[in-house]
T-cell receptor, first 120, second 113 residues
Framework: GAVVSQHPSWVICKSGTSVKIECRSLDFQATTMFWYRQFPKQSLMLMAT?????????EQGVEKDKFLINHASLTLSTLTVTSAHPEDSSFYIC????????????????FGPGTRLTVT | AQKVTQAQTEISVVEKEDVTLDCVYETRDTTYYLFWYKQPPSGELVFLIR??????QNEISGRYSWNFQKSTSSFNFTITASQVVDSAVYFC??????????FGAGTILRVKS
């Protein structure tokens, strides 16, 4: 159980275009989803936290108008990179946390496999 | 503010050697969770362990063991009899009340045959 998928697993796009990345919790309801970004040979940095039905909370330095996050249902969150540029090329990883699996596991975050974005 | 420090950027060992990955954390909260993740070249994060701040018991899982010491704010990870398949980047992370995870910089482990 507790499987999180991401689609696509990799994407190449041209500079100036927008790219949408989906994050789905397959067997549980994710009340909260997190989006992380990882540049090559670096650690994961949280970009934003989204709760189902409400606006995402962005970390300092993350442009909310550039990285649009929508968490419209308990099993799906999307990250749209608008007007992508080469510096947005990165590995994007989502994680999902459910709140209905008992106290000890309700704090567990389950990670998706990641999406590698290359902007040319 | 929360902070996780993994001072070892890269470690190289020969197969069958034991290796310890260090993790030191900072937090003001009394209730928090510590994690270790493995990231192989494929990129997918593999969950290894979660520890809450009230449980200082050391844990062993096969060749893996973890030493949690609140007195030194450390949560070290030891791999016994390392194997080539253990080669990966290992991240230590901290979370307060299930909120966002703060990751350390990661330690690259290279196990040579």
């Amino acid at each position: 159980g507790a499987v999180v998928s991401q689609h696509p697993s990799w994407v190449i796009c041209k500079s100036g275009t927008s790219v949408k990345i989906e994050c789905r919790s397959l067997d549980f309801q994710a009340t909260t989803m997190f989006w992380y970004r990882q540049f090559p040979k670096q650690s994961l940095m949280l970009m934003a936290t989204s709760n189902e039905g409400s606006k995402a909370t962005y970390e300092q330095g993350v442009e909310k108008d550039k990285f649009l996050i929508n968490h419209a249902s308990l099993t799906l969150s999307t990250l749209t990179v608008t007007s992508a540029h080469p510096e947005d090329s990165s590995f994007y990883i989502c994680s999902a946390r459910g709140g209905d699996r008992g106290l000890s596991s309700s704090y567990e975050q389950y990670f998706g496999p990641g999406t590698r974005l290359t902007v040319t | 503010a929360q902070k996780v420090t993994q001072a070892q950027t890269e470690i190289s060992v020969v197969e069958k050697e034991d290796v310890t990955l260090d993790c030191v954390y900072e937090t003001r909260d009394t209730t928090y969770y510590l994690f270790w993740y493995k990231q192989p070249p494929s990129g997918e994060l593999v969950f290894l362990i979660r520890r809450n701040s009230f449980d200082e018991q050391n844990e062993i899982s096969g060749r893996y063991s973890w030493n949690f010491q609140k007195s030194t704010s450390s949560f070290n990870f030891t791999i016994t009899a390392s194997q080539v398949v253990d080669s990966a980047v290992y991240f230590c992370a901290l979370s307060e009340y299930g909120n966002k995870l703060v990751f350390g910089a990661g330690t690259i482990l290279r196990v040579k045959s």
